[in-house]
Structure formats: structure tokens, C-alpha cells
């Protein structure tokens, strides 16, 4: 019991969570701002940020529905750390695995872009409805191929368990090389769920002055900045975990290898978000079901073929 | 689905000045648009009246903080003319070299602010810390980033040195190399041209008849260079070529203004080569004699007009200035329209706006009608205004104005 709640509470449920997300944020903008011919922060800018911003008056829209316009931002950060629960970080196995942890994360991972809908519609604002009205047309966009391509490795190793799949990667780690397409299709797919450009939509600063954020501040804002920002750490472990299943022999060198996996991720994601602009939305939905999810598609039905001729 | 209004300003982050767009939306599309300004009057015109001529040169040069040199250049060129005075040809030069970097560090900080508009930060940044060399040249030459106050009745305050000539070859020759980058990239790159192309649809005939001036106007395909077609300062001896697009959208727009850099380039390393010797300024009357002139130059955003009517007093009757921008905002509800709202800030954006340059006049609608005030009844109507707020102005007193007919 008291382990469990360590588990949760600290290492590497919320506190650890949060402090390696708020490094990860300052990576990515260092990097962002280094590929921009810029300084960039200091390390400290992610941290300075979130304190200031606990610290400002909370203001909430007469108009909004107090209780669901509180509980949103709390549901995002209580979903997303749920989820990285149950990705492996030192070993090949997680916390708590169980037969179909996959889906189940995968479906914790959906929940924020559900609260910021509501977040944007319960705001009452037109900017946080339009960003809002975004939010969820382009879930349905991106969802199916990140599920998609993140399903497919899983078909492959016949186990929906990040365990199971890592289990059956380090037997037959040339396989790996066979999820490329569904590797770059998840990367892409993500910035959406990130939303980050060339998807970052919602927010779209120019147009909606911040979407479906536009109505929070104070500490509710940096509790939904604070969600955010370890939704990227856990999108990244995920991503990590399905497409580089790499753990080496004791706990230390996992955890080594694991930021390093993860940091090459968030590499490539800051990478994307730098050498493009903003699409506008009926391009993103365009993109997505004319491209990646036909992409995923084939993915799926190569590893299925695959799959008949190893049986 | 049901319509939906949403304001575009007066704040608004995608809004460097305050300007309020009404734009309504039946889902993501615009189907109509209110262009708003007048939020930022700030009684240019009549404060030139007040003044004398050498003194309305620094509320010119402030007229715009972008294309501060050209709306200078306008106002001496009237008021010269006015007086009869030839300004000497190192001057005129020395005018075209300032007015040519103008416009490149005019046109940099658009496609920087155009790339920002659509999210695209990278090449803001970029052509942003390409904008700083240029911007570094003309505080040295002029003695600051904007406002160089480079312009003089009958000629230029300052002097171009030959060191300082070869530092501003050094400077173009970064800044060609990084523009040739930035065409490759505007013809090329997907998301840019999947973002630009096809937005803010202005045709030839349109163009022509909302009467758009600048890069809007030429990448429409109409050739209204001013430089061109009315030749002032030295552009009759710099060889001059207008870059023309047949776009005909904010694509077109980019395209024209990253190419014009180029022009530009060329332009002043001509002028520098070709920079004639001789005196810096021509000797002004203090009074000016009556007479009434219109002048126009080809700012970096499109023709911008100075008419100046003098009275034989060292103090001007009545200057009106049309900056670019006010000639282009009659295009933008059209551009709006039947776009998506995605595209909103880069269609304005796409214009150049200068919304403080182009606040002037004041009508007033009321149910019986149009009717335009005074200068009595306008100030009579503030002091009312403010006196519900608490402040009382009727003490204050002004110059009465005088009119000579």
C-alpha cells in the first residue's frame, strides 16, 4: 500500500512526472530556440513560469460552469500521470502490467484533448468555442492513425502489453525495422495530439488568441500548462516504448537509456515543430485521412501478412 | 450551422496596432467582414498646420515608424517644389540608397511577421535577424534603427563616407545570399505555399478597381511602381524594374516583396557605385511662397501621397498625407471574404498594414445622415465628451486657425 502510493506520489507517478517534464519542456525550447538561431531560456524558465503563474489571480468566466471549469485541469494532469503508470521505464515491464495496458493508455491519453474541448466550450468565449470546435475535429483526424500505427506493432507481437510486446521485440529485434512506417506516421500523428505545429490549431495564437485556453489563468492555467507538458514526456516514453523496446540489464542503465530514448524523441518532435506552419484545419483533416491513416492502414495489413507467414 | 461574429481586435495578438475586424463566420468560413480603424487618430495634419516646415519634417518622419524616410521624402520633395529649389544630385542619391535599405528592412520584417501569422516561427526569427543588419546600416547612416532623420529641406543632413559605403556592400551581400534562402523557401516549401497560395484573392480588374497600390497591387499584376512610373530623387538615373506577379493572392504578395529585396540589393550597390561628389543641401526660403503641390513616392508598402497647399508663411495652410495603407484597406473586406478564418491574419498581414498612418478624418453617421464637422464643432464635441468623464479641456487654449483663401 505504502509502496504503491510511492509509486504514485513520487517516483515515478506525479513528482518525478512533473520535474522530468518541466526538463523536457525546457529541452524543447532550448532546442526550438537554438534550430531558430535564438538563445533560448534557461533552465530554469519552465519552473519560473509555473511558479509565476500559481501565483496569479485565478479568474473565472461569470458566464462558466464553476465546478466543471475547476476540474477540468485537474482531470487533464490525473489522467495523464494515471498513464505513465503503466509505461516501462527502467525494465521491460511497467508498474502495474496487465493484459491490454496498451488500450487502456492509449485511451487515458485521450482524455486531456476531451478536457480541453470542454474546456474551450465550457469557457464560453467564441475564441475558446472555435478553438474548442478544433480541438475535436481534430481528435477525430489524428486519433485513427496514431492508434493505428501504435496498434500495429502490437498485431505483430500478438500482445497488447507493452510488455509483452517488449518482451517479444528482444527476442526478434530485427522485426522493428518492419514499424518504420508506423514510427513516422505516430511522430506525425502526435504533434496533433501535442498540439503542437504543424497542428497546434486549437491554440493557433494568431487567430484565437489562444483557443480553447483563452478564458484560464492563474493556477488553473498552470495546472492545464503543467498536463500539457507531461503529456509530452508520456507520449514520448509511449512512443519510446513501442517502437524502441531497448532495456538493458539493471535498473540504472534502463533509466539511462531510457531518457536517452525519450530525448531523441522529443528531438524529432521539436525538429518537426520548427521547419513547418501552421495548416489550416480543413488541410490537417485532409492530411490525416488521405495520408497517414492509409499509411497506418498498410502498416497493419503488412504486419497481419507478416504475422501468417511466420505462423 | 448557425453564424457566428467573432471581433478581430482592437487587441488582438495577431494585431501589431489596434484595428477592429467584425468578422462573421458560418463555420469556418468568413462571410462577411467590418474593416474597423480609426482607433489610433492622432491629429497628424493639424498639428503640421500649427508648425513650421522644418518642424512639420519630425511629425512627418513620425508618421509612420516602417517607412519613416518616404513619407519625409514626399514632404520635402512638395514643399522644395513649393519653393523652386533643385536638391543637388548626391542628395537625391544619397535619398534613393536610405529609401531603397528602407524597404528592405520593410519587406524583411513582413515576411517575418506573414511567417509568425501562419505559425511558421522559424523563418521569423530568421528574416528577422536578417533585418537587424540592415537596421544596424541605416542607424549608422541616419544615426537610428527608424526615424533616421536622414531628410532635409533642399537635400540630406548627412553625408554617405566611402568606409561606410563598403560596410553597406558587406551587409547586402549577407543579406542577398540569406533572401536567394528565403525565395528558394517561398517557392518551395509545402506547408508555406499550401498556406499562401490560393488566400486573399484579389484579380487584376479588382485590383484596379478598389485601387490597390504596392506589392497588393502588384502581384495583381498591375505595375503602379512610383518609381517607375513618376521618377523622383535619383530613380531617373538608377535603373529601376517593377516586380509584377499574376497570383493574384497573398502568395503572389510574398513573392513580389521577397523578390523586390533583390531589386532593391541591386539598386544600391548601382547607387553606391555611381554616387556623384557635390554639396549635400540646396539653400531653402524660410517662407515659403504660395502654392499648392502634390507629391508621391513608392513606399515599401505602395504609393503613399503628400499634398501640401502653402500661403506664403513659414508655416504650411494644410498638408494631407495618405499613407500606403489607406489606399489598400478598401481591398481587404474583399480579400475576406469567402475565406477561411484560418487565413484571416495573413490576409491583413498580407496588405502591410499601418493602421496609426492611415487614421484621419472624422464622420460622424447619424439617423438623418452623413455629416462631416468642423474643426469648431469636433472640438466642441470632445470637450463635451470628456467633461461626462470627469475632465474638463475648455480651459485649454489653442491657436485659432486661420484660414487664407
Known amino acids: 500500500m505504502l509502496l504503491a502510493l510511492f509509486h504514485i506520489l513520487i517516483f515515478p507517478g506525479m513528482l518525478f512526472l512533473g520535474a522530468y517534464a518541466l526538463v523536457f519542456s525546457f529541452i524543447d525550447r532550448k532546442l526550438y530556440a537554438r534550430l531558430q538561431n535564438r538563445r533560448g531560456p534557461r533552465w530554469y524558465q519552465p519552473l519560473a513560469d509555473f511558479l509565476k503563474l500559481l501565483g496569479k489571480e485565478t479568474i473565472i468566466p461569470e458566464h462558466a460552469d464553476k465546478r466543471v471549469f475547476v476540474f477540468l485541469p485537474v482531470m487533464a494532469l490525473a489522467a495523464v500521470t494515471a498513464a505513465y503508470l503503466y509505461i516501462p521505464i527502467w525494465s521491460s515491464t511497467s508498474l502495474y502490467p496487465f493484459e491490454g495496458d496498451l488500450i487502456v493508455l492509449l485511451y487515458l491519453l485521450t482524455l486531456p484533448t476531451l478536457c480541453f474541448f470542454l474546456a474551450g466550450w465550457y469557457s464560453t468565449s467564441v475564441y475558446a468555442t472555435i478553438g474548442a470546435v478544433r480541438a475535436l475535429t481534430q481528435l477525430f483526424s489524428y486519433e485513427v492513425p496514431l492508434f493505428m500505427a501504435l496498434l500495429a506493432p502490437a498485431l505483430l507481437a500478438d500482445s497488447w502489453s507493452l510488455s509483452g510486446m517488449t518482451a517479444y521485440y528482444s527476442t526478434h529485434p530485427l522485426y522493428l525495422l518492419i514499424n518504420i512506417p508506423a514510427f513516422l506516421v505516430a511522430v506525425i500523428a502526435c504533434q496533433g495530439k501535442l498540439e503542437r505545429v504543424p497542428f497546434d490549431l486549437p491554440e493557433a495564437e494568431t487567430e484565437l488568441a489562444g483557443g480553447t485556453f483563452v478564458e484560464y489563468s492563474g493556477r488553473l492555467y498552470a495546472i492545464f500548462r503543467m498536463a500539457i507538458d507531461c503529456e509530452l514526456v508520456v507520449v514520448a516514453s509511449l512512443i519510446s516504448a513501442v517502437f524502441l523496446p531497448f532495456y538493458p540489464a539493471g535498473a540504472w542503465a534502463g533509466f539511462g537509456v531510457y531518457i536517452l530514448k525519450t530525448l531523441v524523441i522529443l528531438f524529432i518532435l521539436a525538429l518537426l515543430r520548427s521547419i513547418m506552419a501552421r495548416v489550416r484545419i480543413e488541410q490537417m483533416v485532409a492530411f490525416c485521412w488521405k495520408y497517414l491513416t492509409p499509411l497506418a492502414l498498410i502498416q497493419i495489413i503488412a504486419n497481419l501478412l507478416l504475422k501468417g507467414v511466420l505462423a | ?405
Open chain 2, 1 to 405: 450551422m448557425s453564424k457566428i461574429t467573432i471581433p478581430i481586435g482592437p487587441q488582438h495578438p495577431s494585431l501589431k496596432e489596434p484595428g477592429c475586424f467584425t468578422i462573421t463566420l458560418e463555420g469556418e468560413k468568413v462571410v462577411n467582414a467590418v474593416v474597423g480603424v480609426g482607433y489610433n487618430h492622432r491629429g497628424l495634419e493639424k498639428a503640421c498646420e500649427a508648425r513650421t516646415y522644418i518642424q512639420d519634417l519630425y511629425i512627418i518622419e513620425r508618421v509612420c515608424g516602417i517607412c519613416s524616410h518616404t513619407h519625409s521624402t514626399a514632404f520635402c520633395q512638395a514643399v522644395e517644389e513649393l519653393a523652386g529649389v533643385e536638391i543637388p544630385r548626391r542628395a537625391a542619391y544619397i535619398r534613393v540608397i536610405m529609401a531603397e535599405l528602407e524597404r528592405m528592412h520593410s519587406h524583411l520584417l513582413w515576411l517575418g511577421v506573414a511567417a509568425h501569422e501562419i505559425g511558421f516561427d522559424t523563418l521569423f526569427m530568421y528574416s528577422w535577424r536578417d533585418r537587424e543588419k540592415v537596421l544596424d546600416i541605416l542607424a549608422e547612416l541616419g544615426g537610428n534603427r527608424v526615424n533616421y532623420g536622414i531628410n532635409t529641406l533642399g537635400g540630406v543632413r548627412r553625408d554617405l563616407e566611402p568606409q561606410m559605403a563598403d560596410e553597406i556592400r558587406a551587409m547586402l551581400d549577407i543579406v542577398e545570399e540569406q533572401n536567394k534562402y528565403y525565395i528558394q523557401l517561398a517557392l518551395s516549401e509545402t506547408t508555406l505555399a499550401a498556406r499562401l497560395s490560393g488566400i486573399g484573392k484579389l484579380s487584376h480588374e479588382d485590383a484596379l478597381r478598389l485601387g490597390a497600390v504596392g506589392p497588393v497591387s502588384r502581384a495583381s499584376n498591375v505595375d503602379t511602381d512610383i518609381r517607375v512610373i513618376d521618377k523622383y530623387a535619383a530613380y531617373d538615373e538608377v535603373p529601376v524594374t517593377a516586380i509584377t506577379d499574376d497570383h493574384c493572392d497573398v502568395f503572389g504578395r510574398a513573392v513580389v516583396r521577397v523578390l523586390e529585396i533583390m531589386e532593391s540589393i541591386k539598386m544600391i550597390r548601382w547607387s553606391l557605385d555611381n554616387l556623384p561628389d557635390g554639396e549635400l543641401t540646396a539653400k531653402m526660403p524660410r517662407r515659403i511662397p504660395e502654392g499648392e503641390v502634390f507629391s508621391r513616392t513608392e513606399a515599401p508598402r505602395g504609393e503613399d501621397t503628400h499634398y501640401v497647399r502653402a500661403n506664403g508663411t513659414d508655416k504650411p495652410d494644410r498638408v494631407r498625407v495618405r499613407a500606403a495603407s489607406e489606399a489598400n484597406w478598401h481591398s481587404v473586406k474583399h480579400m475576406l471574404e469567402g475565406d477561411y478564418l484560418a487565413d484571416v491574419p495573413i490576409i491583413i498581414a498580407a496588405i502591410d498594414p499601418c493602421y496609426s498612418c492611415t487614421d484621419r478624418s472624422i464622420v460622424l453617421r447619424s439617423a438623418a445622415g452623413e455629416r462631416v464637422w468642423d474643426w469648431a464643432a469636433l472640438r466642441r464635441y470632445g470637450i463635451e465628451h470628456y467633461k461626462k468623464q470627469g475632465f474638463d479641456a475648455s480651459k485649454i487654449k489653442i491657436a485659432e486657425r486661420k484660414i487664407i483663401r
